[in-house]
């Protein structure tokens, strides 16, 4: 049974940096598209970016290209989410997701995810 579980979530005011990871186990993720989502209060979730399983493609959402990166170190199971400049509007709880292949916007195709972490940009 795959779990993922966030973290590095946390209070950071705008214009600062923080750095989400995933860490999965109970199975490799290698071969796993990867995903974050976001959802702030009172708002659906939505996409934020996701990976392939090798690490050399990657999606954005429009929005956030340029100030999120995102990267997988297979062989630590782990997935980063670099955020930078970040904005009170990114305040949201942030969500990592499994899926077979698929590294899209769509949420559908994940089939695990984590519990989520909060990440809260004061101004």
């Known amino acids: 049974q795959l779990q993922l579980v966030e973290s590095g979530g946390g209070l950071v005011q705008a214009g600062g940096s923080l750095r989400l990871s995933c860490a999965a186990s109970?199975?490799?993720?290698?071969?796993?598209?990867m995903g974050w989502f976001r959802q702030a209060p009172g708002k659906e979730r939505e996409f934020v970016a996701a990976?392939?399983?090798?690490?050399?493609?990657?999606n954005y959402a429009h929005s956030l290209k340029g100030r999120f990166t995102l990267s997988r170190d297979n062989a630590k199971n782990t997935v980063y989410l670099e955020m930078n400049n970040l904005k009170p509007e990114d305040t949201a709880v942030y969500y990592c997701?499994?899926?077979?292949?698929?590294?899209?916007?769509?949420?559908?195709?994940?089939?695990?995810w984590g519990q989520g972490t909060q990440v809260t940009v004061s101004s």
């Open positions: 997701a499994a899926s077979s292949y698929y590294f899209g916007e769509s949420e559908r195709p994940y089939t695990n």
């Open positions: 990976i392939s399983w090798s690490g050399a493609s990657t």
């Open positions: 109970g199975r490799s993720i290698r071969s796993n598209g």
